[in-house]
């Protein structure tokens, strides 16, 4: 995937180029050259799909392999959802130190930790909506989910 991205990227900076300049050729031909062995590897994939399918039982050893490799990728495929979920939190979790630190009057940047906005003194936090739950900013009056009146 990283190779299809560079090749890709050199494909279309290689158009700025002087294309009668050799390290420009050099560059298309491998470029035309990748893409080509891609198509190739993509058409014995689809021979091999028919065929296993056609001749399932009669290449038990390779069958074996492939349900291995297919089980290593369903794990891979759960590492990286969960890689990714835990990014996605750290990032809501910095979001929201980051919200409570910044005062939503002035926009001044506190430290951490700060309760009270040290340039206008208004009161920092993220709040909720004690109807719905809803984050809200400090100051606000209404929730803009359910439109409870708040406590100010």
């Known amino acids: 995937m990283a190779n299809d991205l560079f090749g890709g990227l050199m494909k279309g900076l290689s158009g700025f180029m002087p294309q009668d300049d050799p390290d420009v050729k050099l560059m298309s031909a491998q470029s035309?050259?990748?893409d080509l062995q891609q198509q190739e590897t993509a058409i014995y994939a689809d021979i091999g799909r028919q065929s296993l399918a056609q001749f399932k039982g009669r290449f038990p050893e390779l069958e074996s392999?492939?349900?291995l490799v297919q089980t290593n990728i369903a794990e891979s495929q759960a590492q990286l959802e969960a890689v990714q979920a835990e990014k996605k939190q750290k990032e809501q979790a910095e979001q929201r130190t980051e919200?409570?630190?910044?005062?939503?009057q002035c926009g001044y940047r506190n430290l951490?930790?700060?309760?009270f906005c040290q340039?206008?003194?208004v009161k920092l936090g993220v709040f909720n909506c004690p109807k719905c739950g809803a984050v809200l900013v400090p100051?606000?009056?209404?929730?803009g989910e359910c439109g409870a009146k708040?406590?100010?």
């Open 32 to 34: 035309d050259l990748s």
């Open 65 to 67: 392999r492939l349900q």
């Open 99 to 104: 919200q409570q630190c910044v005062c939503p």
């Open 112 to 115: 951490e930790g700060v309760k």
């Open 119 to 121: 340039e206008c003194g």
């Open 139 to 143: 100051g606000t009056r209404f929730c």
């Open 150 to 152: 708040q406590e100010v």
